[in-house]
């Protein structure tokens, strides 16, 4: 059960964030339990449902994990970040999962003390379809990463979600960049109606796409050939589109 005062969490630790603009950043990450999504590409099928436990790390980046019972509480949460806090180690915090806004309530009671206790820019990952809970937590946040989902390749389609929750960060002058998975099987006119989105909303919001990176064959999706990634990140780039490719790079450096 989680309400304003406790949360579900999955773990707090630290890592070099691998994905979209923070890439090889320092992070402190939150990571929430509960995602009422069910990509088909998703890495992180464990934070699908509320957890029991949560597991924290003790030391920064040296994965000596403790476990505590679920829910958890502000007061524990914020002693776990301070704990983590070490003088100039880190860029940022991420607060990511799972999806954060399904906890907003919560969220909304522990983002103001988090600027009071830290001078850390807060960054949120979320899938960006639930807009109504995004837009009370814009004034608490520094950045947002936004999951855009073509449907070819998550099973998910969420477009108007999307829109308006794009709009509400640039109209809050939020720095916000999108973040596109691309697989074998991605649709291109797909790719073509999220970057005309983007671009109705603003022409600087970067856009990254992101090859499925799977660690084993067997991964039930694949990703694209080098020759796709280079040829729809070229066309996409003749759209006047700011358009990066970066893979999930912790995956390469065994940060799991």
Known sequence: MKT???ANLVEIFSAIQG????????????????????CHFCDSAHTWTPKSSCQIEKTPGCRDFARYPNPVTLPQILEWVQDQDLPGMHDSISLTGGEPLLQVAFLQNLLPLLRQQTSLPIYLETGGHHPEALDPL??????VGMDLKLPSVSGENHW?????????CHQAHIDVFCKLIISEETDWPELVQAAQMVADIS????????????????????P?????VLAWQGQLKQMGRQIRVVPQTHKFLGQL
């Open 203 to 222: 022409p600087t919001v970067l856009m990254f796409l992101q090859p499925v990176t799977p660690l084993t064959a067997q991964h039930p999706v694949q």
């Open 4 to 6: 304003a005062s406790t």
């Open 19 to 38: 994905e979209g603009l923070n890439v090889g950043t320092r992070q402190i990450f939150i990571r929430f339990g509960g995602c009422d999504l069910r």
């Open 138 to 143: 814009l004034p608490h946040l520094d950045s």
């Open 224 to 228: 694209p050939t080098p020759d796709q």
């Open 160 to 168: 108007p979600q999307h829109r308006q929750s794009l709009e509400l």
